[in-house]
């Protein structure tokens, strides 16, 4: 096959995620849509935290203190004193915590007490990512995008700083450096997954079966392990260029909206596939999970701002 042959192949490839990238050209994204979106994820972190689950010893028991487990003292030592103390006072501490953020949530909700609400968000998001998720795990060496890092809140802080009134007005883009965070996001998750404890097949394989989904998607789940671990490597070394290469486009104008395409695709699959759903139907889950509080970036990315320019938009359009 020829040079010329192999470029026009490529071409004709990334039509079909250029065209989903242009595919909502009139839809603005605005301070206040992220307002609105990051209220809904508090509003539902807030309801699963007042899951029967959650309001006995079990909770602190079986989710809290585990994610001390395997990690160095600073986070373990914190994680587990936090996990002995809600367990000895499960509802006493527990309706305040929900509480909290179902405040947060409704503050987002109406546009009075939407700033106030995003800057407390920040100090909480931080709280709940050191004693509730052991900084997910980043800490331990072992974690990944697959495992839930860099974590759900560490995004809810992220997209509380880009929906931060400018100026006083919230009808306006989101923050310019998104794209940046974006960036970081895939490129991270690229180093995090070629960290010696992640960068084999077997690794990759038991994280997938990490999580037991219903008993169709854990078919899948074993049949995509499997296949994993049998091509070992090479397998991640693919899933790691995949990762870089999303978080490097988005360093570019002209790319960055595929990347946002790209990255959906990829986010939404991991959610489903690694992150089983955020376990949301089992009761005792307390957020979505990181996949699908990333794609709002996506979204964002897609739909606002850093899209390319509408003359190149058009110049696409003609020419496919």
Same mark, same amino acid.
């Given at each position: 096959?020829s040079t010329?042959?192999?470029?026009?192949?490529?071409?004709?490839?990334?039509?079909p995620?250029?065209r989903?990238?242009?595919?909502?050209?009139?839809?603005?994204?605005?301070?206040?849509?992220l307002?609105l979106?990051?209220?809904?994820?508090?509003?539902?972190?807030?309801?699963l935290?007042?899951?029967?689950?959650?309001l006995?010893?079990?909770f602190?028991?079986d989710?809290l203190?585990?994610?001390?487990?395997?990690?160095p003292?600073?986070?373990?030592?914190?994680?587990?004193?936090?996990?002995?103390?809600?367990?000895a006072?499960?509802?006493?501490?527990?309706?305040?915590?929900?509480?909290?953020q179902?405040?947060?949530?409704l503050?987002?909700?109406?546009?009075?007490?939407?700033?106030l609400?995003l800057?407390?968000s920040?100090?909480?998001?931080?709280?709940?990512?050191f004693?509730?998720?052991?900084?997910?795990?980043?800490?331990?060496?072992n974690?990944s995008?697959?495992?839930?890092?860099?974590g759900?809140?560490?995004?809810?802080?992220?997209?509380?700083?880009?929906a931060?009134p400018?100026?006083?007005?919230s009808d306006?883009?989101?923050?310019?450096?998104?794209?940046l965070?974006?960036?970081?996001?895939? $490129? +991270?998750? !690229?180093? #995090?997954?070629?960290l010696p404890?992640?960068?084999t097949? @077997?690794d990759?394989s038991?994280t =997938? &079966? *990490?999580?037991?989904?219903p008993s169709?998607l854990?078919?899948?789940q074993?049949?995509?392990?499997g296949w994993?671990s049998?091509h070992?490597?090479?397998?991640?070394?693919?899933?790691?260029?995949?990762?870089?290469? $999303? +978080?490097? !486009?988005? #360093?570019?104008?002209?790319?960055?909206?595929?990347?946002? @395409?790209v990255?959906?695709?990829? =986010? &939404? *699959?991991?959610?489903?596939?690694?992150?089983?759903f955020?376990?949301?139907?089992?009761?005792?889950?307390?957020?979505?999970?990181?996949?699908?509080?990333?794609?709002v970036?996506?979204?964002?990315l897609?739909?606002?701002?850093?899209?390319r320019?509408r003359?190149?938009?058009?110049?696409l359009?003609?020419r496919t």
């Open positions: 096959m010329t042959e192999s470029i026009d192949k490529l071409r004709g490839a990334a039509l995620l250029r989903l990238a242009l595919a909502v050209p009139d839809v603005r994204v605005t301070r206040r849509s307002q979106v990051v209220g809904l994820f508090w509003l539902l972190d807030g309801g935290q007042f899951q029967p689950f959650m006995r010893t079990s602190a028991r989710v203190a585990p994610v001390g487990d395997g990690q003292q600073f986070v373990a030592g914190p994680v587990h004193w936090a996990a002995n103390l809600i367990a006072h499960p509802v006493a501490w527990d309706v305040p915590f929900a509480s909290i179902v405040l947060l949530g503050g987002m909700l109406v546009p009075r007490t939407a700033r609400a800057a407390a920040l100090p909480w998001a931080l709280g709940v990512w004693f509730g998720e052991g900084l997910s795990g980043l800490a331990s060496g974690a995008l697959i495992t839930g890092a860099p759900s809140v560490v995004i809810y802080g992220v997209l509380a700083l880009a931060w400018r100026r006083g007005r306006v883009l989101p923050a310019r450096w998104l794209p965070v974006w960036a970081a996001f895939w $490129i +991270g998750a !690229a180093v #995090l997954q070629a404890m992640n960068n097949g @077997a990759v038991s =997938l &079966l *990490a999580f037991g989904g169709r854990a078919s899948f074993a049949s995509l392990a994993v049998h070992g490597v090479a397998a991640v070394v693919v899933l790691v260029a995949v990762e870089a290469l $999303i +978080g490097l !486009a988005a #360093l570019s104008r002209r790319t960055v909206a595929v990347s946002a @395409a990255g959906l695709l990829a =986010l &939404l *699959a991991t959610w489903v596939v690694g992150q089983d955020g376990q949301l139907y089992t009761g005792q889950a307390t957020d979505p999970n990181t996949a699908l509080v990333a794609t970036m996506a979204g964002a897609l739909a606002g701002h850093y899209r320019p003359e190149y938009a058009d110049r359009r003609r």
